[in-house]
Structure formats: C-alpha cells, structure tokens
C-alpha cells in the first residue's frame, strides 16, 4: 500500500553509495516473517539487496539513532523519512543532538503503517506470510485454507489513524510527491478524555497504567529523550529506573516523562507503538499539545530547525499561570 | 485421565476458588491476556498466550524483603515474611511451565531464597495444551512439547470438553477436588488433539532452529564474535525483553524509605540496563553491545554450563513480539550458530 | 510467619572501633550487639554490610577467622554505602550478613608452600586475612614474603601492624614500596609490578594478587615473564553484588558467579572467562 516500492529506495541508496554521496545507510532490516522490522546499518549494495525492506510494518523512526550513529560511519549517513519522522529530525536538530552535515536525508511519502496486533485480532495467531496487495494484505496463516485480506486501513497504527502531516519538513532531497498538513482529528480522543469527570478520568489513566512495567522502552525510543544521565537512571531523584517501590510512583513516572518532553514532543507515535501492554501514552502528550496550542498559541515541534519551544520562551502574550489554575479548577 | 463439559469451567473455577485463589488468563480491553485473579463471572481467554509470564507468581515484579526501624544508633531489623497462601495458576501454556524448572534451579539452589520456595510450595499449575500456535512459537528447539504441557496437572481443551490429568500429588490432590465435576475418560479425544498440534508443530516457520550450535563450553567461541556489533546496531537496551521473559531472572534490592521506616525490596531488573553494573570504581560493560552480548551468552552458553544443558530460553516468542525493534533470540541464534557452521 | 532460613535476611552488628588507617580508608570492627562475632569465616570470604536507607554492598572481611573476638572490615570511601561509614560512630549498628563466596585453598592448595603476597592500597584488606591466618598458624606453611606498594606512605594500609609485627616474624619478609618519592620515606619508590621484577623471586612458591586491576595485570605479565604458572597464582576479584549467593545476576562473568564462585579465582580459570571484570 506503501506508493513507494523498496526496488526504488534501494536504488536510491545504491545511487548514493555509489557516487560517495553517502558511506552508509540507515534503513529497515527484514526479520523473520514479513512484519519483524528491525532498523540496521547497511553498509554495501550487497547487504542492501538482501535485507533492506520496505512496506507497511516500518514505523520505526531513524532520527534518535542519528546522534549514535553519526559517530560510527565515516562519511554521511543516509536516511529515509517518512513526514512525521523529519519533525522528530527538526527537533533534534534545534537542540544540537546531531551535526547535520553528516546526514542525508530523503524524505519518502507514508500512507500510514500497520499495527501487527490488529492484523492479529482479526485472523489469530500463526501468520505464515504477509503480501501487500494494493488497499490490501493478504494474510496467509496456518490455520485458514485461503489468505485472509485485510483492508489496511482498518489496521492502521494507533498514530497513523490520525496522521497529523504528509509534508515533510527537512530532507536533502524528496521521493515522491510533495504532501500537505493535514488538518487532522487528533485531539478527538484527548476531547473525550477532557470530557469525562475527574474521577472517571482517573479510572482511565489507572486502568492503562496499571499495565505499566516499567520497561523503558517508551523513553528509550522517544526523540526527545535523549538526555546523557535521564531523570530516571539517576539514584539521587527518588524516581530511579526498574520498578516503582508503589503504585503512585508508576503513574508518575508517565506523567514526569510528559512533561519533560512537553513542546519538545513532536507528536511521531513512537511511545505508543513499542509499548508491550499497549498503552495509550500519546494520548497524553497529546493533551499536553492540546494545552500548550490554547495557552501559547499554536505550536509544531520539529515544524522547523530553531523554533523556541514554548516552555522555553517568554513572550508578553503568555497566559497568566493564575488563569491555567482557574482553567484546572474548572474541569474539576 | 478425567473430563468434564465446557459448560461446567465455572464450576469448575468456583470449586476451585473455594479453597485457593485461582488465576487465569483473561482477556484485557487492548486484546491482550493477562493472569488475574478468578471471581464470579470472570472468563477464561482463548490468547495463546498472556504478555506479562506466570513467572510474577513466584517471582513477582517488586517484593518486600525485610523492614527495618532506625531510631539514633540503633536498627531494628523486621521479618515481614508470611508463609504464602495455596494458590492455583490455571491455564499456563507448555512454554512457562517450563520457565518454572529454569527458575528453580536459580532461586532453590544453595542458600534457598525462601520468599521464592514458600511460593513454589503453595502453587499448583494447571497448564493447558495449545492448538493453535503463533508463528512466533519456537519451543520445540528446547525440547518442549506443546501437546503435553507439564504442570501438575495437564489439561486439554476442545470445543466442547476440557480434559486432565494430574501429573504430581498436588495434582492429584487438586483433581480429587473436582471428582464431582468430572468423570473418567479415555484418552482418544486427546492424543486426536496431540496429533494435530504436532502436526502444526511441522509447519512453524521456526521449526528448523536448533541449538546444536551452542551450551556450555563455547564461552570463547562466541564472545569475540564481530557479529555482536551488527546484532546490537540499533538495540534501544529498554529492557522490555528482560521483563516479558519467562525466564530472565535478574534482580535489584533497594531500600525504600518511607518517612517512618525503611523497607528493603527486590524488584526485577535487567542487564540490559547502562546502570547494570556500575558500581564506585566503574563500570565493566560500558556499551550496549556487551550488555547485548551477555544476555544473550547467559541464555545460551553460561546457563547451560552451569545446569546440565538446559537452555535459558523456552521459545515462547514474547521477545519476537514485543521488541519494540524486533530484535529477539531467535534472530541472534540464526546469525551466531550459523557463523560458527560456516 | 515464612519460617525458611532467609540469607538476604541479614544479623545485626554494631561498629566497636574505627581506626583510620589511610586519608580513605578506614578499618571498623564489627561484632553483634551481645559482643560476638556475627559468624565464622574463612580467609578471603566476604560479608554484605548495610544501612538501612543507603544501601548494602560487599566488602572482603579483612580479619582472620582465627581472631576469636571481633571481624575488621577496611573500607575505602568512594560511594554512597562507603561514605555513610566513613562519618559513622564507635556503636552505630549496621546489618551484616555472609560470609559469602569462595575462599583462599588455605588449608590444601597453600599447606606446605612459600607463599608470595602481592598488594596494592586497599588490595591489602583481602589478602590481610590470609597473612594473619598464615602466620597463626605458622609452621604449616613455608616462607612468607609480601610485596605491598601504594600512593604514599601515608596511603599504606595496616602500616602500624606491618612494621610492628609481620616484619619481625622468622621467615617473613616485607617490601615496601611507593609510587612516587616522599619526604620521611627512604625506603622503595617505584610502582608494585616492577618493584616485584626487581625483586626477582624464585617461581618455587604460591602467589597471591589483590589490588588496582591495571597492578594485577602488570604484576601477572611479570609473574609469568619469570617463569610462574598461572595455576600458582590467586586473585580476588570486585565486582558489584547485590544478592550475594549468585542469584541476582550482577556479578554473573562467563559462567561464573563472583559472588559465588568468587571472589576468589586461580589465574588461569581467569583466562577462561570472557574479558569483562
């Protein structure tokens, strides 16, 4: 469903190896079975025709392994990214994380990537192979005589449902056409939340984070994540790693980490994907979004390299912190 | 061997309920399965498998060890240990029954750790048979057999029938518990079902993995191996392997101080971790590629050297699923135990 | 009530006495509240000493088991566990548990041989247990020489007890060194593994190493340049613990636990285990 083929990316890539551009390649690895992605470093065109992949299953966002990886590869590092990654790029590029002069980039268009757990709810366990067929996939697994076909929209990821930008924000150079923000609903679910009562709020947020086993994975694929010594791997905050000594101090975990990364955050999914007990954290940094647009005008993180992050900045048009308490009491 | 009708299961829980908790899998509202505890009314999943181990049960996340009170000079220190209720795990797939065996051998070994032991003592497992494999099972390479799970009790569920058989006296024990539920039986129906699980057993894309490659002695084979470095590239090192692994069983004890008192607790913790092993004069595994490495060599060659063979590793394909880079064992052991052939 | 034997459970102990041997090290005895000692040990054994709220860590149990009275640790300061002892006061009360992991082969392996110690700083606290051990029961072991360097002079542990007592026992020889010269010293400068070179020792005899990892490295090249076999050569190892009994993972190197299998290792099980101590 991707309209970019990995025939062509891997043209590409072997393009820019082959005329210096680029001494290596950032890109998706094949597993096991079609939907196992990993991300890898590929070095030659050889290591590029036999396992560069591309199609609905490649979420992953490069951006946070460029500050690792432009330390390993000798010349440039080439990297595909779809729009919402070249936010997360901005960002990290607004604060330092990386030099830009050894990184490639080419911006390729996305129509979304699949959740494997929601293909799963719908044909089982046992999945044998993925084709991707057009608007469809056909699942073939152990247990059914035909290959069952999924519309891929119906099994989009969590974040792509309501993809906020199909414009792509920095690259080097572009595949495809040039897409658009979207005017998207992504604040639909944080509304509903913002509509319940503060008990019933409660409920929810205590029945997804009681979930919460403290792996960090969330952390530790977050873009904006990337301090040196975090907060949480540090024995003198009261908040150290592993697992929390009570139940508060889990919950607390997810909202310090919010706000850490609030107006950093560019809102790229990558929390939410990783999670193994699927809990829905985008959903709170997208409040924290929602908030930060009413209070300090609208803001993209990412939208472009410098942008000052409203938490950062002062302007004379900031609300009064009396009036965010006012609001808070009122939602009460 | 003894079955009962489906239509009884909640009988059958309640009676077991009577004198144990009970827990089983039950289906969350995001899809998954998780272990909670059996009260009227709740239902039985059909996931193949949870996401969170059973190994909670008796080596839970976060534990009390002890309780101390300090008043100027003096400490006072506190047993809070209380012997553990009788419990049943009901439900528990081939896979995780076995975890049970590679655990014990850590935690009841010289120096007995006894919140584990008195756990141990007070469960009793029923696991049950899968019929429907992921692509992610992997267990055979370990020498499980899915069709005969191997708690204390076994059991086989169809459409229509659930069967048992106890396998050790609190098996037994169990089972006479349920006499009136249940009635004799021969084992047709069930070795018709063994069948065709080993049948799909066959047709698993990972059906072919072997661990011929590795056990003890191979420390120096693979510990220098460049192929480290590739498998490692893009590892996060978040740890979530490490918890959703039946058999990882590393841990941390820290103080808690609560204002009045300190509780010293134990909770999970994972090599993965940059903080593993840090300690004042340093760190001896700085970089993620070696803290990669040692999982990986602990699952497959330093355990093995220690206990007979037996592999740290029961092929239960969590870490194939929840890897948020699907990263896992299976693609390490492809890479390494081939390298080693060629 | 869990009525089990629980080893995470530690005894209580209270500090008696806090000599202060080194600008960061500092030698405590510890006995339990009634005045005994916690439990019996063997040379180069360990104990897990804690406060409560701080932490618990490993220290090398620096007495020898023949010393009916009392256990000496002598701890460094250099982390959280280390710092709070550091200002802790003659009856401040701490946990002790242990003794933990494998001792020195005082009893088959070094009966009957030359022994040959080599220090350096605080690497003296493990090796202290086993030379008191020897020299207690001195005639079952043959010649004794002991090689100690540090920093300074005012760096060398158990200095006192060093010139008072081990120099003038029959049969036992010590060399010290340190590393660079200093005013008041007039007797060897130079750093440890050299110093032992020039020594040049007979290869007839047991050694035993603890200190600075780079010292034992150096030292073992030296050793083996002269013609020692690696299968007559100890260490003890330091890595971070936390259960103590081989269960929690940290100190898992190879197939061997530290903490366990450990601390104390001959040098060539070393070569076995991947390069990660």
Redesign the interface.
Known sequence: MQKITREQLIEKAVSLLADGTVSCVLGWSK???DY??????FNNEEELKANFVFNDFCG?NFSK?LISKTNKCDGKILVFLKPCDTYSFNQLLTEHRFDREKVYAVGIPCEGMAD??KVK?IC?????SIAFDGEKMAVTT??DDAPVMISTADVLAERCVNCKSKKHVAFDELMGDEGEVIDSNRFDEVEKLEAMTPDERFAFWQ?ELS?C?????C???CPACTCEKCVF?N?NSGV??????NSFEEKMFHIIRAFHVAGRCTDCG?CS??C????PLHLLNRKFIKDMNEFYGEYQAGAEVGLRAPLVDYTLTDIEPGEVFDRGDSDA | MRKCSLDKINLVFAEIAKSSALYLPVDQNDGSAAYKKWEEGTVWSNALNTVRSPKDFFFPQTEDLMKFKTSGKNIEIIDTRSEAEDFVVFGVRACDVKSFDILDRVFLSEHVDSFYGSRREHGVIVSVACTRPSETCFCKTFGIDPSESAGDISAWKTETEIFFKANTQKGEELLNKLSSLTEECDETVVNEQKAKINAVMNKLPLKDLNTEAFGGGKTNEFFNSPLWDELSQTCLGCGTCTFVCPTCQCYDIKDFNTGNGVIRFRCWDSCMYSEFTKMAHGNNRLTQKERFRQRFMHKLVYYPENNDGLFSCVGCGRCISKCPISMNIVKVMKKMGGAVNE | MNNREETLIPKLGVITDVRIDTPDIKTFRVVTPDGKKAFDHRPGQCAMLSIPGVGEAMFSITSSPTNEEYMEFSIKKCGCVTDWLHQAEVGQQITIRGPYGNPFPVDDVFAGKNLLFIAGGVGLAPLRSVINYCRHYRDRYGKIDIVYGSRSKDDLLDYQEIIEEWSNDAGVDVHLTIDNPQEGWDGHVGFVPNYVKELGFDTDKVAVLCGPPIMIKFTLEGLCAIGFEKTNIYTTLELRMKCGVGKCGRCNVGSKYVCKDGPVFRCDELDELPAEY
Do not use: W
């Open positions: 597993g096991e079975f196992d992605v990993t991300p890898a470093l992953v392994y494997i757990a709810q089982g366990d046992g999945i044998s152990l247990y029945n979930r086993i403290r792996c960090n994975a952390r530790d694929v791997d024995p150290e790693n592993k697992s929390p000594a990558e994907r990783v193994p007990q699927n809990i």
